[in-house]
């Protein structure tokens, strides 16, 4: 079980809750020593004095802000401390606000809240239920470990969790940061957008963790075990992937949602489907690829824990797919054609009669952030909200 890393009081308008904050995700890394190579001895880091050489105990070391080369004003840790002394007891939630709206990119690192005195889970429970009901999260700032955060409180399958969040003046603008950025455009062919689109459908999946597992930190583990053996160990890297030309852009989409539909058993006249963890989906330029538990087609690089992996070749066939990967762009482009853009999902069907599983999915194509810890109701709240850009790119040309 793990400790609270912070005990204090949640407040919102006049109610008052004793919580306690509790790490929601461990790492599970393989972890390494520092050794000096040719022994064993290890290699350890102490806080020195740069000038006498001698080590300094951790109760003589302060803050210091340099001014000028040599020059610092010094400042102690407790007064770092006494600058906000009542937020580092107290998270107090001044207006609550619709997850939808928060970009992304400002959640950093999430908390389980829970109750830290038994006497309260009363109240616990009614602000579980009203934050649940009301698809909201309070908005809040504390001070944990001599740092301020910015915090959202929601509710979560009977919990309340914490995501600590980023100030808006720490996201970085992607124009002045990524080189190259291209202007957003809205003249793509038809055939390719729809065909991008139909591929992007197929692809989809119910999201579950469990199907995704750190494959590195387990060869790093194989690596460690068989180097305690004394077995040699064949290191490879495989070969790097290259960009699609633009000239074949259509024909590889085609070639892959020809394999995508081998895959789940949809495929067109002339080839073979292929099924749950076998081979017999139509591959593109020799990239492998992964056919999870039910069937469906993931990059490599992202397992699923029951997928089983394959290596297509260069024509775009694998295994006994016999022709999956012509057949699929036979007759393809006058269905392709005939698509048209998905609709929002309110305007095609009434969201009650979804399953949870189709909820996601519609969801996850309109970049719903949390959807993977909203419950049904809350699904189709989101999906029933407008679709609002995150940030603009640039202008469409």
Do not use: C
Not at 71 to 100: C, K, N
Not at 170 to 194: C, G, I, S, Y
């Amino acid at each position: 079980m793990a400790k609270a890393v912070w005990k204090g009081t949640l407040t919102f308008g006049l109610v008052s809750l004793p919580v306690a904050l509790y790490p929601a995700t461990e790492s599970h890394a393989v972890r390494f020593h520092q050794l000096q190579r040719g022994t064993t001895d290890r290699v350890r880091q102490r806080r020195v004095n740069e000038r006498t050489g001698e080590e300094v105990p951790f109760e003589d070391v302060v803050k210091g802000y340099e001014l000028a080369e040599g020059e610092y004003v010094v400042v102690e840790p407790a007064e770092l401390e006494e600058l906000s002394p009542g937020r580092s007891r107290t998270i107090e939630i001044g207006g609550f606000a619709d997850l939808a709206e928060i970009d992304p990119v400002l959640f950093d690192k999430t908390y389980y809240l829970g109750p830290a005195d038994p006497a309260t889970a009363k109240v616990y429970q009614l602000l579980v239920e009203a934050l649940a009901h009301s698809r909201r999260a309070g908005i809040a700032v504390f001070a944990m470990r001599g740092k301020e955060y910015l915090t959202a409180v929601d509710s979560t399958d009977g919990l309340l969790e914490l995501r600590t969040m980023h100030w808006a003046d720490e996201l970085r603008d992607p124009q002045q940061e990524v080189p190259d950025l291209p202007a957003r455009r809205r003249d793509f062919n038809r055939t390719e957008l729809a065909t991008a689109e139909q591929l992007i459908e197929m692809l989809s999946v119910a999201w579950n963790p469990d199907d995704y597992h750190d494959t590195r930190e387990e060869r790093v583990r194989a690596l460690v075990e068989a180097k305690a053996e004394g077995r040699e160990v064949a290191l490879s890297t495989g070969a790097e992937p290259e960009a699609t030309e633009l000239t074949d852009l259509v024909d590889v989409l085609r070639r892959s949602l020809a394999e995508a539909r081998a895959a789940r058993g949809t495929g067109p006249k002339g080839g073979r489907s292929g099924t749950a963890g076998g081979s017999g989906t139509a591959g593109t330029a020799g990239r492998p690829r992964t056919v999870g538990a039910a069937g469906t087609v993931r990059a490599a690089g992202r397992p699923g824990t029951a997928g089983r992996s394959e290596t297509v070749g260069a024509a775009g066939t694998a295994g006994t797919a016999g022709t999956a990967g012509t057949a699929g762009a036979k007759g393809g482009p006058k269905r392709e054609r005939a698509r048209r853009a998905p609709e929002p999902p309110e305007a095609v069907e009434d969201l009650g009669s979804l399953t949870k599983a189709e909820l996601y999915r519609r969801a996850a194509a309109l970049g719903v952030p949390h959807r993977s810890t909203m419950t049904r109701d809350q699904l189709q709240y989101a999906l029933k909200a407008a679709a609002r850009p995150r940030r603009k790119l640039g202008k469409a040309s």
